[in-house]
Nanobody, 118 residues
């Protein structure tokens, strides 16, 4: 059974930092592209950042220079370090793991709420 379990969400003040974690089980994690997506109220889910099995990273323009995605294959876990947060970063954040050669192997976490507010 495949599971992706997020942690680390919560309330942060504008300009503050938060670190999200996503622990995977049931997959050969090191072969997967992993990523973070977010969905704000009334908006579609959007890509925040992703990292390939080889470590290549991609970021949404809105978070470049503020967020950093990383992974630890030994722990089957990937992370999203969120710095200089803004109110517009408020959303439910979902982690994702997708096999690059088989798009049917596409898994999602349950989501974690991030609220940026003073």
């Amino acid at each position: 059974q495949v599971q992706l379990v997020e942690s680390g969400g919560g309330l942060v003040q504008p300009g503050g930092s938060l670190r999200l974690s996503c622990a995977a089980s049931g997959i050969m994690f090191r072969f997967y592209t992993t990523g973070w997506y977010r969905q704000a109220p009334g908006k579609e889910r959007e890509l925040v950042a992703r990292i390939s099995s080889g470590g290549t990273t991609t970021y949404a323009d809105s978070v470049k220079g503020r967020f950093t995605i990383s992974r630890d294959n030994a722990k089957s876990t990937h992370y999203l370090q969120m710095n200089v947060t803004k109110p517009e970063d408020t959303a439910i954040y979902y982690c994702n793991a997708r096999h690059p050669l088989n798009q049917r192997l596409d898994y999602w976490g349950q989501g974690t709420q991030v609220t940026v507010s003073s």
